[in-house]
Structure formats: structure tokens, C-alpha cells
């Protein structure tokens, strides 16, 4: 039975996040969707990571966007794994599971990484399994003015009932809203305008519950893959659109 939902950052419970071997985990539990951080390298190359520095996860210090891939190859990621590029994991990823690929702009911080991540997802012919999301929402419009075809999606910490016509115009049907910020007015909203609602992160059995009794058509996003899993098997009101 394939898992509707997104594996955050991978399985991060069990592995290094944005790791390989995290990507291979959610795909080996049967996830339909996963979950990846995209920044870029000082020459260039979209890399994964959560952060924009590299000390939380590495045995490195730095922003990202100071070292070139070849320096970021060096550090080791929880002294297992390398940090991974973009390619790589995309690679890893074909035909296997449909990705939201975070790109994290802020502001001006990476020049030119809307143009890099499109290439990437071109080069490795994943275009079908893709979606650009984003807090920078600013970011996301400039993706739509260069790809008319690639799906989008915008992120929120907080409810935003007049974002819908700004939605429409750039072409954009997925709105992942914190779980705290949902209600039924607002899921209503999205699903009179076709729009996938994707709360995050659902993690506790309390959230489960809260998903399955008033938005059970949501796509959730979920660090604990295998507690999210089991419920999933288990409440066949869940099954919907898989």
C-alpha cells in the first residue's frame, strides 16, 4: 500500500536528514510524496540541507553559499554522509516518488537559484515528479515567469485567506500551511479552489487523530514516517486520491 504523505526532509527520525540514505528510507516505506531543502553552493550547484550553514548537520562551520561543492564534499553529515546535491538525489529518486523541492530563497540570498534548480530537474528528465515550493513567495512567481510547466507550491507559517488570487495567477495548487493555523474554514477554502492543503508537520498521534477526523484529504507532512504509516493502514478514511 503506497503512504499518502510527505516524508520531511526524508525519514530525519531514523536518518540525517536530507541525506541519501533518509530519501531511501521514505521510498522503501512507500511514501507517495518527499520533502527536500534546496540551497546553493558558492559555484553554483544546488545542494540539500536544511539550514543555510552547514554546523548543525556537519562537522563544518559556514553558510552554504561560502564553500564550492567540491569544499562542502569534505565535511561529513553526522560523520556518515556527504552532503548530497540536487542531481544526485533526483538521480536517486526516479520514478519512485513525487518530490516538493523547497527552494530556499530568501530575499536576494542565491542569485540565480530559481534558474539552477530548474536545470537540474530538466537535466534529470523529473519534471513529472517535481514540484517548486517555497517560503519566498516572491521566489515561486519568478519560477512560474520561467517554467510554465513546472507544478508550484507556497509555504506559510501562519493562515493567509488572501493569498488565493495571487495563487491562481501564477498558476499554483498547493498551500502547506503549520497544523496549528488550520481549520475547517480555511481547508474549505483551498478545496472550493482546488488547492492542496498540506498541513505540517503531523507528527504526534494527537495530530494524526486531528487529520483523520477533519482533513482527511490532506497531504500531511510528517517527520515520523513509520508512526504515521501504521495509523494510515489503520484508518481507511485516510485513502483518498492514492
Known sequence: ???????????????????????????????????????????????????????????????????????????????????????????????QISILVEVKQCGEFYSGVEEKTLEVIRKTDTLDQCRIIGFDHFSIAKTRQLDKDIRLGIIASGSMPYVFPFMEEIDCDFLGVQLRFMTPQYAAMMQERGIISGPWPVDTLADMELIAAKYPTDLITTNELERWAEFYRNHPELHVGV
Do not use: C, W
Open 1 to 95: 500500500m503506497k503512504i499518502k504523505g510527505v516524508a520531511h526532509r526524508g525519514y530525519p527520525v531514523k536518518y540525517p536528514e536530507n541525506t541519501l540514505s533518509s530519501f531511501q528510507a521514505a521510498v522503501d516505506l512507500s511514501f507517495t510524496h518527499l520533502e527536500l531543502d534546496v540551497h546553493l553552493s558558492k559555484d553554483g550547484i544546488p545542494v540539500l540541507m536544511h539550514d543555510y550553514s552547514i554546523e548543525r548537520m556537519t562537522d563544518g562551520k559556514g553558510f552554504i553559499r561560502d564553500y564550492t561543492l567540491d569544499e562542502l564534499k569534505y565535511f561529513r553529515v553526522k560523520e556518515v554522509e556527504t552532503i548530497p546535491t540536487l542531481e544526485e538525489a533526483l538521480n536517486l529518486l526516479k520514478g
